[in-house]
């Protein structure tokens, strides 16, 4: 046990990652608590902010599964995300029943379309516990079936990329839909109050923080003890070399298809806390640019590291949500400019440069050092290069 | 057309036109006598005349006279144009300019006739006006003119106004004008007590298929509240079934045909920015996401010809788009070797991470078009040689940008296909699609190419931006409403072949808008999605693979 555990981290990397996890779930609430006088109290508006990077980083570390572990760069994980985040509003919204504009026991945007009857996909959601399984099965079971077909036949590299943004494309149109039944253009919306309690109230909010952030923790840990698994060294054997490792009779398509469906999951989980924080779901969650945006942060943090996608997904959006506000035309020029020079320039991320530094510094060569991992960047484009008749 | 009587006064109108029909008759349409000018001039005069009976008499002495050339005097009448001249005869007035002008001439009135005042008119006047000016415009030479006055005979409808446009259908030479006066005729005669004018009628619109009488048959074929059919004779409610099938199927056609235009001008557009897809994506092995802003890029290079035309060169203006095709070419041809040089160049053999730059590329692309030439869309006119279009049958109109559009895109794959299948550059660029190491081996310079290439992919999109320009309005966003449905022509038809690009393109537009009637447009988009994703579970090469041993 104490063995695997070091397996999981070294010393220093469990200490690190309990003071990460104590100043997320214990320090920022105390600092939220004190009055605002104080130099370094965190004011109530930031609380929702942070709470909605922490959802971008379970999805980041969701992704960097997939992508960074697997080499299997999706680019429809925001579908997941939204899906999930679907299954909470539907929550929340059956929660609210009697007390939309309408006062009448149906959502608001069904009244208003002259809806008489619930759908039938409708119910059941009014409970909290129903709506929590549902929020996670059905994007895991539309990610174990798609995953399967996919995976079953071959289809990788960029072909899967354009496949998956296609799917959620398609999604999206479908939930742009009145018919659909969630709400169209608007989605869902207006929410009032979450397990009895109303989402205005700070701590309230300052509750779905402290869920987030312990969602991420465990979702942290969920990811490492794959990925330092034997199952974890078979998916990265898959990233490399897929052919070889099926060659070694490992069946990568059962293999991939877990760890799909498993960070689809993950970012189902992600939605359904962000929803809640930010108060709105709506099908322009699912656009592409979401989920390309989703791939850059896990680039930018660095492939294949897990901490590094979460870093990245914080820089990232803490950048955007002050550039925007600060230079809002200047937002897009950074942001492409940050696709392009950290794929060219910074193959494995702001912590691969890190890693290097630290290297450089303490070149002892009898030292195992941490960066000693395959660079994805150069291994993972093997198999894909078959792809693409050349 | 400005003729337009008072529903409520259509009965006394009726009358109004038996009498003036028995008069033409007996007087022998004036036909027989040549009208002479003055006549004319008289009669028309005699409109601005104060009295009453006088405007009259020369209203009857028009009908009589029949002379198309007194049609802007009446119109003016009943309008409350007509003016009556100092000088004793009538004039027009312009009520936008204020001027007088000449019944017959349009020549502007001397200072003579002024002051003008103006003809004062009742209503008996005015219904007595207006069916002359109704004959008048039927035998006008004008064929719309004539189209018009069919068109309000018939919904007049009775039985004189039958009359008259019976003797004109008789007439009739102009395809277009005697189909309409049949319909006229037909809507007529259908409500007729004769069962054997209503006969005739319903096998009118059995051969001109037309649908804009079809409540009426179904109306014949209707059964009433006693249990009887509307349609007492059994002879005409069997034609009537006969004609309602005959409408019936030559609307679905009408629709289907419609549909396969429309699918083949999206597939155009499609297939422009698939060709240079296929050609960076087969030839590089370069996912290309900043590929649609190479289509808006072309197309605000249109914009900025279009504008510069207008401000510089407006004599020339209709031929702006002959400029903004080379413009919008090298525009993008440019763009796309300098980030072939710049970036992409870095990244082969890296394809997922291309995918990431090229879209980094696309936001820098879109947010510079955005600061240049502001967030709103942008308009670009079609030149009049483009504006408009044929009308191939009732109700399905065959525009001249589609036409142009597809002409286009036919003429560019031919150029493309004659520069990679018949010259030695093409040979060049095939070779290093089949085997990139072997084809440098033989000196081939492949580096040069795969430059020279990137250009040309995104020259061609450029093209497609100057098609899609003549289509609709231009948005810094253009591009990326293209991007997934131009992968997808590229995954269906297979990677690196043109006619698979060709193929796939065309399929995916026709099925999309074929879809589109049955289950709407968004519904249409998600069945071809589904469709493609299960296309490739079946198929991951595309329709098209290409045979050769660098396959895995």
């Not at chain 1, 990925?227 to 070694?248: H, P, Y």
Request: glycine share 10%; proline share 4%.
């Amino acid at each position: 046990m104490r063995e695997r555990l070091l397996q999981f981290h070294g010393r220093r990397g469990w200490v690190v990652l309990a003071v990460a996890a104590a100043v997320l779930i214990v320090l920022v609430p105390l600092l939220n608590s004190l009055p605002r006088s104080f130099p370094l109290s965190v004011p109530d508006y930031l609380i929702p902010l942070l709470g909605k990077f922490l959802c971008y980083g379970i999805m980041a570390i969701a992704m960097d599964l997939v992508w960074g572990y697997t080499g299997i760069l999706s680019l429809g994980h925001a579908l997941f995300f939204a899906l999930g985040g679907y299954g909470m509003g539907m929550y929340l919204m059956r929660r609210m029943a009697g007390e939309g504009v309408y006062r009448s026991n149906l959502p608001d945007f069904m009244v208003f379309l002259d809806w008489k009857q619930l759908p039938w996909y409708w119910h059941g959601f009014q409970h909290f516990g129903f709506a929590v399984a549902m929020l996670l099965l059905v994007p895991g079971l539309l990610a174990l079936v798609f995953g399967w077909f996919a995976f079953r036949s071959r289809i990788k590299g960029v072909y899967l990329s354009i496949v998956t943004q296609a799917l959620t494309f398609a999604a999206m149109l479908l939930f742009f839909q009145n018919a659909t039944g969630f709400g169209g253009n608007n989605g869902l919306t207006d929410f009032k109050h979450l397990l009895g309690r109303s989402l205005q109230s700070p701590s309230t909010k300052l509750a779905l923080y402290i869920a987030s952030a312990v969602a991420l923790v465990l979702t942290y840990l969920l990811c490492r003890f794959v990925v330092t698994s034997k199952l974890g060294r078979v998916l990265t054997a898959i990233r490399d070399a897929e052919l070889k490792t099926r060659f070694c009779g490992y069946e990568s398509t059962h293999y991939k298809v877990f760890v799909w469906t498993l960070s689809a999951m993950l970012c189902a989980l992600a939605g359904a806390l962000y929803v809640p924080q930010v108060g709105i779901i709506n099908p322009s969650e699912m656009q592409p640019s979401n989920s390309i945006e989703l791939a850059i942060w896990v680039a930018v943090g660095g492939r294949g590291t897990l901490v590094g996608p979460l870093l990245g997904a914080l820089l990232l959006n803490g950048a955007k949500s002050y550039l925007t506000a600060a230079f809002p035309s200047a937002w897009l020029y950074v942001l492409g400019g940050i696709f392009v020079l950290v794929t060219l320039f910074l193959p494995r991320g702001v912590l691969g440069l890190l890693t290097a530094a630290r290297k450089r510094k303490a070149a002892s060569p009898d030292r195992p050092v941490e960066a000693e991992r395959p660079a994805p960047a150069e291994r993972g484009a093997a198999p894909e290069k078959a792809t693409v008749s050349t | 057309m400005r003729f337009a009587p008072a529903p409520t006064a259509s009965r006394r109108f009726a009358t109004a036109l038996s009498a003036l029909a028995a008069l033409v008759f007996l007087t022998g349409g004036g036909a027989g006598r040549p009208a002479f000018a003055d006549t004319l001039d008289d009669a028309i005069n005699g409109l601005a005349s104060s009295s009453g009976e006088k405007i009259s008499a020369s209203v009857k002495q028009l009908a009589t006279l029949d002379d198309p050339r007194a049609i802007p005097a009446l119109d003016a009448l009943c309008d409350d144009r007509l003016r009556a001249g100092a000088d004793g005869r009538a004039w027009i007035f312009d009520s936008h300019t204020h001027d007088l002008k000449d019944p017959l001439t349009g020549a502007p009135a001397p200072a003579g006739a002024r002051p003008a005042k103006e003809v004062e008119l009742d209503n008996d006047i005015r219904r007595d006006a207006q069916p002359v000016l109704a004959q008048l415009q039927l035998a006008s030479p004008d064929k719309a003119v004539r189209l018009a006055a069919a068109e309000e005979l018939s919904k007049a409808g009775s039985d004189d106004a039958a009359v008259m446009l019976h003797k004109a259908y008789d007439k009739e030479k102009d395809r277009g004008v005697h189909d309409a006066l049949a319909l006229a005729v037909a809507r007529l005669d259908i409500q007729s007590k004769d069962a054997a004018a209503r006969l005739a009628a319903v096998q009118l619109l059995h051969k001109s298929g037309n649908d804009a009488m079809l409540g009426e048959l179904q109306r014949l074929l209707s059964v009433g509240a006693d249990g009887q059919p509307q349609e007492p004779d059994a002879q005409v409610r069997a034609e009537a079934k006969e004609a309602l099938n005959a409408v019936m199927s030559r609307r679905r056609m009408i629709t289907a045909v419609g549909s396969v235009i429309y699918g083949v001008s999206l597939a155009s557009v499609l297939l422009f920015a698939a060709l240079g897809l296929a050609i960076t994506f087969g030839l590089l092995g370069v996912i290309n996401m900043a590929h649609g802003e190479m289509l808006m890029l072309g197309a605000y290079a249109t914009y900025a010809v279009q504008t510069f035309f207008q401000n510089h060169l407006a004599g020339a203006f209709q031929y702006y788009l002959v400029a903004a095709v080379p413009v919008a070419f090298l525009v993008t041809f440019a763009v796309g070797v300098v980030l072939e040089r710049l970036v992409i160049r870095h990244l082969y053999n890296r394809p997922l991470e291309t995918l990431l730059a090229t879209w980094g590329i696309s936001l820098i692309l879109i947010q510079t078009v955005r600061l240049i030439f502001g967030a709103q869309n942008v308009a670009v006119a079609n030149p009049d040689w483009l504006a408009g279009g044929v009308e191939l049958a009732h109700g399905l109109v065959l525009p001249y940008n589609r036409i142009g559009v597809v002409v286009f895109v036919v003429a560019v794959s031919a150029a493309v296909w004659v520069l990679l299948y018949r010259t030695r550059l093409g040979l060049n660029v095939r070779a290093i699609t089949q085997n990139r190491n072997m084809a440098a081996c033989v000196g081939i310079p492949t580096k040069r190419l795969d430059a020279w290439m990137f250009g040309l992919g995104s020259g061609i999109a450029g093209l497609g931006g100057v098609a899609l320009s003549q289509l609709g309005n231009v948005g810094p966003e253009l591009g990326q409403s293209y991007i997934i449905d131009s992968f997808m022509v590229v995954v269906l038809g297979g990677v690196g072949r043109l006619a698979g690009a060709i193929v796939s393109a065309l399929g995916l537009g026709v099925i999309n808008k074929l879809i589109e009637p049955a289950a709407g447009a968004v519904m249409g988009k998600i069945v071809v999605l589904g469709f493609i994703i299960l296309f490739i579970q079946r198929r991951p090469q595309g329709l098209f693979a290409i045979k050769g041993r660098s396959e895995a």
